[in-house]
């Protein structure tokens, strides 16, 4: 769909005011699904705008704001096509969607099969053809793409052997290095968020995750939020490994100026001081 089709439904100031709501951001939540486009745009509150796409054309806008309730086309409805079409956008969300439904569809039936190779293979396929087409367009939506491909990682997991999981292990290893938007779900894979553990827990693999990490603070440089969450994924990972503790407490010196070791050492005190109060409360 050419962009002037679209244009032409609006009067030039809502058209205005549409598209400087898309430069502002103000379109959340944008989904393609079939020939939908769905979308929240913020304004004086949260409007929900459904846009219908039949062969590139919308042919059908609905918003639920007052202006657009009267049977006009409003600002968010704009909004929303400017978000939709700008820098190819509409195609990227139509690849994450299909993208999406295959694995959600294809992946469950694999593993009913008795076939987690397959599975993981196509999930990890999925996940590398969306980075290299990420760093085209530096979209922040294949983030849920991504983060897909992880939920899909998981629930394969338990199904792979140990040697699946050495291949696994060395595929994501060689592609932490990579400095684009897909790192993050890596990351959290390999060492764990606030909601999720690490999915390798034995010694072999975290003593490898310790020389990848030393490698990455080596490389942060004086980004200090990368330095800061690197020293901390380190120091996590340390801990799930048989050290002395006389090898963790040199390293939290060696990296106290970094703020995430000083608020773990902090967290430290407070709990041990905690105890200890505790333990005098029961002895009196």
């Known amino acids: 769909m050419e962009l002037q089709d679209w244009k032409k439904k609006f009067a030039p100031d809502i058209l205005e005011r549409g598209e400087s709501y898309f430069h502002n951001g103000a379109v959340h939540l944008l989904e393609w699904e079939d020939e939908q486009i769905h979308a929240v745009v913020s304004g004086e509150r949260d409007y929900n705008v459904h846009i219908s796409v039949i062969k590139g054309v919308a042919s059908h806008m609905l918003c639920d704001c007052p202006f657009a309730r009267k049977g006009n086309y409003c600002k968010h409805m704009a909004a929303v096509l400017f978000a939709a079409f700008d820098d190819g956008c509409y195609e990227v969300e139509k690849y994450?969607?299909?993208?999406?439904?295959?694995?959600?569809n294809v992946i469950p039936v694999l593993l009913a099969y008795g076939r987690p190779d397959d599975a993981i293979n196509l999930a990890c396929k999925v996940f590398a053809d969306a980075s290299e087409v990420g760093l085209v367009y530096w979209d922040r939506s294949f983030s849920s793409l991504y983060e897909?491909?992880?939920?899909?990682?998981?629930?394969?997991?338990?199904?792979?052997?140990?040697?699946?999981?050495?291949?696994?292990?060395?595929?994501?290893f060689a592609r932490y290095s990579r400095w684009d938007a897909s790192k993050k779900t890596i990351e959290s894979f390999l060492f764990g968020n606030s909601s999720q553990e690490p999915a390798f827990l034995e010694p072999e693999f975290l003593h490898?995750?310790?020389?990848?990490?030393?490698t990455e603070i080596q490389n942060s440089g004086t980004r200090e939020a990368d330095l800061n969450r690197l020293v901390k994924l380190r120091l996590d990972t340390m801990k799930r490994i048989p050290i002395e503790q006389a090898e963790i407490a040199r390293y939290t010196e060696q990296y106290y100026r970094v703020r995430s070791i000083r608020e773990q050492l902090i967290d430290s005190n407070f709990a041990e001081a905690k105890i200890e109060r505790e333990q005098a409360k029961d002895a009196a």
């Open 148 to 172: 897909d491909c992880e939920k899909h990682w998981r629930a394969i997991w338990p199904h792979l052997s140990q040697s699946q999981r050495s291949i696994m292990f060395e595929w994501l």
């Open 96 to 104: 994450i969607f299909t993208r999406k439904r295959f694995m959600d």
């Open 208 to 214: 490898r995750e310790l020389e990848l990490l030393d």
